[in-house]
């Protein structure tokens, strides 16, 4: 239940700042629509499995380090493109790699789109749900199974924790 309310007041908070307006009636219909928009979409955010045992202290807490990864993430996805734009390295070998989900819920899934979107050099190019795989673009993908490694270990370690 605290996490239906945490959503809630968010999606609140950010209808709120799009409307550049906090009056109350516009918070009111923004919470009632966030509201509707959080129980009809339910499965799909919070995934079908039952309250979990983590807390939001403590993916509040998980969140720095995963911010923080990410972030390591974008440096170094602008400086890989960076030194193939300004021909200080070849682009030798762009390519799709298959990444398998894995125990990722369908909310997990969508943040790792957007996380492996924020860095520069890779793209997230489908999902293929049949298969239980997503279709990254890489920049370098020379060595596919190392990409694979260090996604399932950053899912494990860092993202897990946050969005599973």
Do not use: C
């Not at 950010?14 to 499965?43: C, E, H, I, M, Q």
């Not at 390519?95 to 894995?102: F, K, L, N």
């Not at 790792?112 to 979107?117: E, H, T």
């Amino acid at each position: 239940m605290t996490r239906y309310a945490a959503v809630v007041s968010g999606l609140t908070g950010l209808y709120a700042l799009a409307l550049a307006s906090f009056a109350p009636w516009d918070l009111l219909f923004g919470a009632v629509l966030a509201t509707v928009l959080v129980f009809t979409s339910r499965r799909f955010v919070f995934g079908d499995r039952p309250d979990e045992e983590v807390s939001l202290l403590r993916r509040v807490v998980a969140f720095v380090p995963f911010a923080a990864v990410v972030f390591w993430q974008v440096l170094e996805g602008t400086w890989e493109v960076a030194l193939i734009t300004l021909h200080l390295r070849p682009l030798e070998r762009p390519g799709i790699v298959e990444v398998p989900i894995g125990e990722r819920t369908p909310a997990g899934v969508v943040a790792w789109s957007v996380i492996v979107g924020l860095a520069p050099g890779s793209f997230f190019v489908d999902v293929d749900r049949e298969r239980r795989v997503v279709l990254i673009h890489l920049i370098d993908a020379s060595d596919l199974a190392a990409f694979r490694r260090q996604q399932e270990d950053f899912y494990n370690r860092y993202q897990k924790k946050v969005f599973p």
